[in-house]
C-alpha cells in the first residue's frame, strides 16, 4: 500500500518553494525599466549670461533673447530661464521688449512661456509716446511674431491707459486685441509746434 501524503508533501513544499522564489524575485527586481535618468527631469547643461539671435532670411536680425540663466533639461529639451529679455525688431517699427522673471522654452524655442511681472515695451517714436503692457503671464511664439494671455492685462502709453483680461499682440502689424472686459481712459496727446 502507497502512502500518498508523505509523497505529496515533498511537491508541496517544492511548489510552495517555487512560489516564494517568484515573489522574492519580482519584489527584489522590481520593474526592468531602465533608470539611467532619461525619465528625470534634471539639467544636462546651464549657461550663464548667454545671448541667443535669430536672423531672417537676409541676414537681420529678427529677434535676441538675454538672461542670466538658463537650464537646458534632456528629457523634454525644454529650458528653463531666469530673468529673461525677448527684443523683437522690425526694420518699418520701433523694437518690442518682453520681459518677465520666468520663462520656459520648447523645443528649439518655438514656443516661450513666460510668468511673473511680464511687461510688453513698444519704445517710443516721433509720433507715439513708448507703450508698457503689464500682465501676470505670456506665452509668445517668436519666429511667428505672436504673443498671448488670458489673464488680466494693463496698457499704457503716455497718459492714457487701458485694462481688459485676455489679449493677442501681432507684432507684425503692431496690433493688441484686449478679449474682454476692456476699461480705459484716452488722453489726446498736445500737438507739438
Known amino acids: ?43 544636462d547643461s546651464i549657461a550663464e549670461n548667454f545671448v541667443v539671435r535669430r536672423f531672417d532670411e537676409t541676414g537681420t536680425v529678427k529677434y535676441r533673447l538675454i538672461a ?34 520666468y520663462a ?12 511673473d511681472n511680464v511687461s510688453i515695451i513698444r519704445a517710443a517714436t516721433p509720433e507715439r509716446p513708448e507703450m508698457i503692457a503689464r500682465m501676470p503671464d505670456l506665452t509668445t511664439q517668436p519666429d511667428a511674431g505672436f504673443a498671448f494671455t488670458n489673464s488680466p492685462v494693463e496698457v499704457t502709453q503716455g497718459q492714457s491707459w487701458v485694462k481688459g483680461v485676455g489679449a ?10 484686449l478679449q474682454s472686459q476692456v476699461t480705459g481712459l484716452y488722453i489726446r496727446p498736445r500737438a507739438t509746434p
Do not use: C
Open 104 to 115: 520656459k522654452a520648447t523645443s528649439k524655442g518655438e514656443t516661450i512661456f513666460l510668468w
Open 168 to 177: 493677442h499682440l501681432d507684432n507684425n502689424t503692431s496690433i493688441l486685441i
Open 1 to 43: 500500500m502507497k502512502h500518498w501524503p508523505s509523497q505529496i508533501f515533498p511537491i508541496i513544499l517544492l511548489a510552495l518553494l517555487a512560489a516564494l522564489t517568484f515573489w522574492l524575485q519580482k519584489t527584489i527586481g522590481g520593474d526592468d525599466a531602465k533608470h539611467d535618468g532619461k525619465l528625470r527631469h534634471d539639467p
Open 68 to 101: 542670466p540663466q538658463l537650464k537646458h533639461f534632456p528629457d523634454d529639451d525644454s529650458s528653463d530661464l531666469k530673468s529673461p529679455t525677448l527684443i523683437s525688431y522690425r526694420p518699418d517699427a520701433p523694437p518690442v521688449t518682453i520681459s518677465a522673471d
